[in-house]
């Protein structure tokens, strides 16, 4: 299966990683960098909170740009890293990253 998802990918196949699967995506090198652990080495099962920077993706057209959003997670290796010498498009962040924000509605 895995052969079949970086084919996909490579032929330009829109390819969507979520949890596991977001893993999965670094494991066959479609992304770059790795996933650590969080902060404080502790499980996280939570809302988080997402406003919506572009809303011209085929994953965010339903919504509308400035939007935020309430986001559950649960996860262990929560975060997400690359190199900063990594240019933003090969972090995958091309189709409309949404913008995490802390409780008090600031941009992290």
């Known amino acids: 299966m895995m ?12 390819v969507m ?5 977001f893993q999965v995506l670094l494991e066959l090198n479609l992304l770059p960098g790795a996933m650590i652990r969080n902060k404080h080495l502790k499980f996280l099962c939570r809302h ?3 406003r ?8 965010s057209r339903r919504a509308k ?3 935020v959003l309430s986001i559950p997670i649960a996860h262990f290796d929560g975060n997400y890293y690359a190199a900063p ?3 933003e498009g090969d972090r995958g962040q091309r189709s409309g990253r949404p913008a995490l924000l ?3 509605g600031r941009a992290e």
Request: proline residues 3%; neutral net charge; glycine residues 16%.
């Open 52 to 59: 919506v920077e572009n809303a011209d993706t085929r994953f």
């Open 3 to 14: 052969q079949e998802v970086r084919e996909f990918a490579g032929k330009g196949g829109t």
């Open 102 to 104: 802390r409780r008090e």
């Open 85 to 87: 010498e990594t240019p």
């Open 48 to 50: 988080v909170t997402l």
């Open 17 to 21: 990683g979520i949890c596991n699967g």
């Open 65 to 67: 740009k400035g939007q």
